[in-house]
């Protein structure tokens, strides 16, 4: 960025990241045997939170990633166990 330039701010939204990372959640959430209910109910999220993170409506902070962790006794890294795609720039 150039010295007195202002730039647009630009949300960040990588649908691909977000789909595995919601996937991953449900995937790990029903091993653990916890439903959306129970899992809101525990990390203290709210039930339409808990479901438009798995329904990707919503882009979850890292402190909401921590939550969810924690609450299915899993490390972060469990979470974001999959692979993305090269994407060109």
Do not use: H
Not at 4 to 15: A, P, T
Not at 16 to 41: C, F, H, M, P, W
Not at 42 to 66: H, Y
């Amino acid at each position: 960025m150039k010295k007195g330039k202002v730039n647009k701010r630009v949300l960040i939204y990588d649908e691909e990241g977000l789909t595995k990372l919601a996937s991953k959640i449900k995937e790990v959430r029903g091993n653990k045997g916890y439903t959306q209910e129970d899992l809101a109910y525990e990390s203290g999220l709210s039930l339409s939170q808990v479901a438009r993170i798995e329904t990707i409506k919503i882009n979850p902070t890292v402190s909401t990633i921590f939550k969810i962790a924690r609450t299915l006794d899993v490390q972060v890294s469990d979470l974001f166990d999959f692979k993305l795609s090269k994407k060109a720039k």
